[in-house]
């Protein structure tokens, strides 16, 4: 007898947990099949109704379609992040293109864009509550957006121009995929890695034999450009090495992506020109909080002169600092760091001892949740993840009652690919009766036998982070699976998460988890004095690095119709040039070639997003101070507002509810050193 697919049926564990020690590879295609005919046949029937159009029998019943195809969608795309393989890639390739297709097909149906239609033209007549009218005008959005109005000969254009999107941006991911593990630095010696600490080198020994490099040391390659070894490697020669390792990525060679990237950008402003924007940025901001291309470019525009300003400031002292007459991309950290240490006598490699990753999570992380929003937390090792680093929390509200759980996949391994990011595995939804459960994914080497995980302060930032966007899920409290937790326009999804991390540094959470891994000494207070002293070091090249980034993805994406990019490289350098942020030494974080997140992620003409988002978290951070900081008061308003409400409410009209007026940008400026 054939196993039963565990997709086929709802989950009978806990808060609907994936049952994932049932699941196989052989059950991801036949999951996905079936899913997508269960839910075209569930709305051809709606679209087919006999029955005028009702509020129930349209928006409702199309919330309730597709069960099955959201249960293995969730645990898939998790898992091809997360713990991903040959067999995996091929069928991400296969299906991203049928998820294409499905889309189009639902989106496409004129007679059901007629019956949504219908109801959007007497919304105001049908007696709905705030939220369900919402639901409907988002639906009639999403319809037009998706291409519903366009004559025949448009929609058949838009199918092939989905397709081919979807193709490329998954081609690109799997490139980059290959090509960050290929691209990792091997080297001979311990002595090549002198000034790291002996944890990392043991680290950096551990993963050269996980990867048959038995008596070599490996550094991985992060995402991102500049990585975190640069600012203690002592050899130059290796620095250099680092650097072009990872700047050389998707740059030729099996995993080349520069033809990807003019492909989806020309592919990206046709189907904008399509649907009646004048490009894909365009078309991208209308439904986000910005609303226009010019709203972004003004932000950007003036931010970019204080910004390379400060960058410059500190390239001289750099440059002065190293006896170099200007200061070179891959000495940049280093010099940094040692100028940060000779000026404010902070030692980046002293502090980790202090952030130990289960103590960062418990008496850190979760012990802020619980002070500002009365939340505990209770290890389930009965559960089981997705792999053996999976670990499954429980998470309890003040009174006892459950509210859903959590898990965390906090190591980096081979088969994961770069970055920190949250996903859900089920959504928050009255409607369906079900509960939230949301994974955070971080990528913290692996120590060596028998070594305690010390994390950098960045990474201890970024859980702080993470966990925000896991909070935004888990206090979802909204009535449709559409608006379910962070289904909130993408320049507002980061918000949450940033303002999450001012707990990392918030003295009494601070005092609580920074101790040292040894001694259980807490972190000096003198020491955490000069780490806040020290908070704007560097913020001219980090905010650089940043900009440069963003503006390469705004240059991308407002291209128009039919205009030909060219040459990769070559638009890249003549983008950053233009923007006013080619500065040699200060490399975008992210290289066209290697920016997942708007070519192969959800962030295209859309990477803005985190500064645009930071204005409003700058001014939460202000009212938090404001108003005696780490309070019950002040976390049950902050969620009871913003974080509760999932895209079940204008985004900025839930910010104004709790701050109480309109985002100012001047906290932000402060905070970055750019008010001049």
Known sequence: MTPTNPFFSPSTLPYGLPPFAEIREEHYRPAFRRGMAEQLAEVAAVAASEHPPTYENTIVALERTGALLRRVSHVFFNQASSDTNAALQEIEAEVSTELAAHRDAIHLDAGLYARVEALYDTRHELGLDAESLRLLERYHTRFERAGARLPEAGRQRLRELNARIAAACTAFEQNLFA??????????????????????????????????????????????????????????????????????????????????????????????????????AAYAVADQTAVTTEAVTEMLARLVPPAVANAEREAAALAAASGQQEIAAWDWAYWSEKVRKAEYDIDSAAMRPYFELDRVLTD??????????????????????????????????????????????????????????????????????????????????????????????????????EFGHALHGLFSDVHYPFFSGTAVPRD?????????????????????????????????????????????????????????????????????????????????????????????????RYRSTYFAHIFAGGYSAGYYSYIWSEVLDADTVEWFKENCGLRRENGDTFRRELLSKGGSVDSLTAFAAFRGRAPRIEPLLERRGLTG
Request: aromatic residues 8%; negative net charge.
């Open 179 to 280: 090509g960050t593990k290929a691209a990792a630095l091997v080297l001979d010696s311990a002595d090549e890695l002198a000034g790291l600490s002996p944890g990392a080198v043991a680290a950096a020994a551990e993963n050269g034999r996980s990867l048959g490099h038995d008596g070599k040391y490996v550094l991985n390659l992060k995402n991102f450009s500049n990585q975190q070894e640069l600012a203690s490697l002592e050899r130059r020669d290796v620095r250099e090495r680092l650097l072009a390792a990872s700047l050389g990525r998707g740059l030729g060679g099996a995993n080349d992506n520069r033809g990807l990237a003019v492909e989806l950008a020309r592919l990206r402003a046709e189907r904008a020109a399509l649907l009646g924007h004048d490009s894909h």
């Open 492 to 588: 507002f999804v980061e918000y949450p998460s940033q303002v999450n991390e001012m707990w990392a540094v918030w003295p009494e959470i601070l005092a609580n988890y920074a101790r040292h891994h040894e001694t259980g000494e807490p972190m000096p207070q003198e020491l955490v004095a000069r780490m806040e002293a020290a908070e704007r070091f560097g913020q001219g090249f980090r905010t650089v690095e940043y900009l440069a980034a963003t503006l390469l993805d705004w240059a991308w994406h407002t291209i128009p119709a039919a205009a030909d990019p060219g040459d990769a490289e070559a638009f890249e350098a003549a983008a950053l040039k233009d923007a006013g942020v080619a500065l040699p030494a200060i490399p975008p």
């Open 364 to 465: 850190g992380v979760f012990h802020a949740a619980g002070l500002l929003y009365g939340l505990s937390f209770t290890e389930r090792t009965d559960l089981t993840g997705y792999h053996p680093d999976v670990r499954v929390f429980e998470v309890f509200e003040e009174d006892g009652s459950p509210l859903g759980l959590y898990l965390g996949d906090f190591h980096a391994r081979a088969s994961k690919r770069g970055g920190a990011w949250m996903n859900n595995l089920v959504d928050q939804s009255a409607l369906l009766g079900e509960r939230p459960v949301v994974v955070n994914n971080l990528n913290i080497a692996r120590p060596g036998p028998g070594e305690p995980t010390l994390l950098t302060f960045d990474e201890v930032n970024t859980l702080f982070h």
